[in-house]
């Protein structure tokens, strides 16, 4: 029987330097992309993968506007009872988490995506666990991480998501170097991080969904920095590959938005905004308009 993975890791201590300077009192991961902040999203893909344990990694900023949108506010329920305003009240009780289930660790200095990782190896310590990067919001049914569970269950190891990413932007992700491939299931050998077009072994790259053996900390333990000087999540993953853990790409069945970068979260905002039913058709009509004026 494989451990059942019910512990999510949020690595959001980056900067967020690309959104400045939006990002520079809000964090990242609470810009709204229609009516709710990303980092909601991925609790709520969190949850319908099973999840039931939350951890945050944090920076100083973030950790107090993270507490209080996942907690109860009750002098705002109280307002919200009084005016009738029913609907309201349930979209605020969707974002408590009960409040033994989250959790928070620091990250001091964004040192890398493997070093945030290594930050809630306590939390984790012994346990399959997910971790979830926000600003990758996936629209999907079943959710994205649901889908790598299933996958999971039945094979254990290291599950990431991946996807096909143009053969000249290969150097802003971690790439598979494949072994073999089985409809949307993909078996790797090895993984380069940042390769440039020329070295890639493919342009299969993992996105920001990982399903992880926790073999991963006996490499993040020695904090050895990689490609960019930051230490690397995926380099702990290659290391697992030689010590007989399984390692599986999944193409999973549904659409990513980049939300860490301007097109990505403007094409989210427009995308969410016309499928919100309230909404849907007045911003069509807008953008309808809006695009036949001239440019
Ligand atoms: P990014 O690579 O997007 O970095 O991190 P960033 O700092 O958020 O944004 P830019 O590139 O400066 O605009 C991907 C995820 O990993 C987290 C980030 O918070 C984000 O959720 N991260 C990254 C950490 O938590 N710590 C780090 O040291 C690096």
């Given at each position: 029987?494989k451990k059942?993975?019910?512990?999510?890791?949020?690595?959001?201590?980056?900067?967020?330097?690309?959104?400045?300077?939006?990002?520079?009192?809000?964090?990242?991961?609470?810009?709204?992309?229609?009516?709710?902040?990303?980092?909601?999203?991925?609790?709520?893909?969190?949850?319908?993968?099973?999840?039931?344990?939350?951890?945050?990694?944090?920076?100083?900023?973030?950790?107090?506007?993270?507490?209080?949108?996942?907690?109860?506010?009750?002098?705002?329920?109280?307002?919200?009872?009084?005016?009738?305003?029913?609907?309201?009240?349930?979209?605020?009780?969707?974002?408590?988490?009960?409040?033994?289930?989250?959790?928070?660790?620091?990250?001091?200095?964004?040192?890398?995506?493997?070093?945030?990782?290594?930050?809630?190896?306590?939390?984790?310590?012994?346990?399959p666990?997910?971790?979830?990067?926000?600003?990758?919001?996936?629209?999907?049914?079943?959710?994205?991480?649901?889908?790598?569970?299933?996958?999971h269950?039945?094979l254990g190891g290291n599950v990431?998501?991946?996807?096909?990413?143009?053969?000249?932007?290969?150097?802003?992700?971690?790439?598979?170097d494949?072994a073999?491939?089985?409809?949307?299931?993909?078996v790797a050998r090895g993984l380069?991080?940042?390769?440039?077009?020329?070295?890639?072994?493919?342009?299969?790259?993992?996105?920001?969904?990982?399903i992880l053996d926790d073999k991963v900390f006996e490499h993040?333990?020695?904090?050895?920095?990689?490609?960019?000087?930051?230490?690397?999540?995926?380099?702990a993953i290659s290391a697992t590959i030689g010590a007989g853990v399984p390692f599986h790409?999944?193409?999973?069945?549904?659409?990513?938005?980049?939300?860490?970068?301007?097109?990505?979260?403007?094409?989210?905002?427009?995308?969410?905004?016309?499928?919100?039913?309230?909404?849907?058709?007045?911003?069509?009509?807008?953008?309808?308009?809006?695009?036949?004026?001239?440019?």
């Amino acid at each position: 029987m494989k451990k059942p993975v019910t512990k999510v890791v949020f690595p959001v201590a980056g900067l967020g330097t690309r959104f400045l300077p939006a990002t520079k009192a809000i964090p990242k991961e609470m810009l709204p992309i229609a009516d709710r902040p990303l980092i909601q999203y991925a609790v709520q893909e969190a949850r319908q993968a099973g999840i039931t344990d939350f951890i945050f990694v944090t920076g100083a900023m973030n950790r107090p506007l993270l507490k209080s949108h996942f907690s109860e506010n009750p002098s705002l329920n109280t307002f919200l009872r009084e005016r009738g305003k029913t609907t309201e009240l349930n979209l605020v009780a969707e974002t408590v988490i009960e409040p033994d289930r989250l959790h928070f660790c620091s990250q001091d200095k964004p040192l890398g995506l493997g070093h945030a990782v290594w930050c809630a190896r306590e939390f984790v310590a012994g346990e399959p666990f997910a971790v979830i990067l926000p600003d990758d919001l996936i629209s999907a049914e079943p959710g994205c991480l649901k889908q790598m569970m299933d996958v999971h269950s039945r094979l254990g190891g290291n599950v990431v998501a991946v996807e096909n990413v143009a053969p000249d932007l290969t150097n802003r992700y971690g790439i598979l170097d494949i072994a073999s491939e089985d409809g949307p299931l993909v078996v790797a050998r090895g993984l380069v991080e940042k390769p440039a077009p020329d070295k890639a072994p493919s342009t299969l790259s993992i996105i920001g969904r990982y399903i992880l053996d926790d073999k991963v900390f006996e490499h993040l333990d020695k904090g050895v920095a990689g490609a960019g000087g930051e230490i690397q999540l995926t380099d702990a993953i290659s290391a697992t590959i030689g010590a007989g853990v399984p390692f599986h790409g999944l193409r999973f069945a549904g659409t990513r938005y980049d939300c860490g970068s301007m097109y990505g979260f403007v094409e989210a905002n427009v995308t969410f905004g016309l499928q919100s039913s309230a909404h849907a058709e007045e911003i069509r009509a807008y953008l309808k308009n809006y695009l036949k004026r001239p440019v």
